[in-house]
């Protein structure tokens, strides 16, 4: 049962990193902020305009048609489905809901985020054996193998010291064609597929995020201590903790939290 809920709430996870994981996403919920509710097409209206810095006045009709359509069929179902927004396709009205992310200023700040490192981070995050793996590589002081790698993962996700190799070899397969590619393209890791090596780098986009949770002036810094790593924490070994440090801040999860 334990390991249902843990799944469940990667699962969770995964989908708010995804969420948020676009500078157009959070542009879209940073609009909505003040707004009690907004139509479609205004929403559509004022996000084109800040795509292209201008007013609305200015912003060409075939653009807010286009802002429009991507609105409604790729970001409104992405956000609705996290609870971050209250969405009536029939009504076309788009409002925020009260989730408790929003009022946190922690959160306020990560929607103001706005380069194109940040979208890899989150990118990156989005999926809970990648978040595993970078904090096991986040551990580790120089490069591991992959088999390693995907061994202390195994043990991790089974929580067992012994694990058996064909779930070993599995996780390897999957590390090679999904996992790893993807962060080496992102250069969240260097992975040699030559030598099959791969180490934590310290992105620009992780870095950031990390900044920003935990700034010395942050109230709830109890909340986000094992967000991204924490610069505010000595940490244990990887295989040793109870809480996965990259995953996304429990308090955000839960709309009724608190």
Do not use: C
């Amino acid at each position: 049962m334990e390991k249902q809920n843990e799944a469940n709430e990667s699962r969770v996870h995964d989908s708010l990193f995804t969420a948020v994981g676009t500078r157009q996403r959070r542009s879209i919920l940073t609009t909505l902020l003040d707004r009690t509710s907004i139509t479609e097409r205004e929403l559509a209206l004022a996000h084109a305009a800040t795509q292209q810095d201008t007013s609305m006045a200015e912003v060409p009709a075939e653009t807010a048609e286009n802002s429009w359509v991507e609105l409604r069929h790729v970001h409104l179902p992405l956000l609705a489905d996290t609870s971050l927004v209250a969405w009536d396709s029939e009504d076309n009205t788009v409002t925020t809901t009260d989730h408790v992310a929003f009022d946190d200023q922690q959160f306020q700040r990560l929607l103001e985020l706005r380069n194109e490192e940040v979208d890899e981070a989150l990118s990156g995050l989005s999926d809970g054996r990648r978040r595993r793996l970078l904090a096991i590589l986040r551990e580790h002081s120089t490069a591991m193998s992959k088999i390693a790698l995907a061994r202390e993962m195994v043990q991790q996700e089974q929580d067992k010291a012994t694990v058996d190799q064909a779930t070993v070899d599995a996780t390897v397969m999957s590390l090679s064609h999904n996992h790893l590619p993807k962060l080496d393209d992102h250069d969240l890791v260097n992975y040699d597929s030559e030598t099959e090596r791969v180490a934590y780098v310290e992105h620009p986009g992780l870095e950031t995020l990390t900044t920003l949770f935990h700034q010395p002036d942050n109230r709830f810094i109890g909340k986000f201590d094992n967000f991204l790593g924490g610069l505010l924490s000595t940490y244990t070994r990887a295989s040793e903790r109870t809480e996965d440090p990259f995953s996304w801040p429990a308090s955000w999860s839960d709309p009724y939290y608190g």
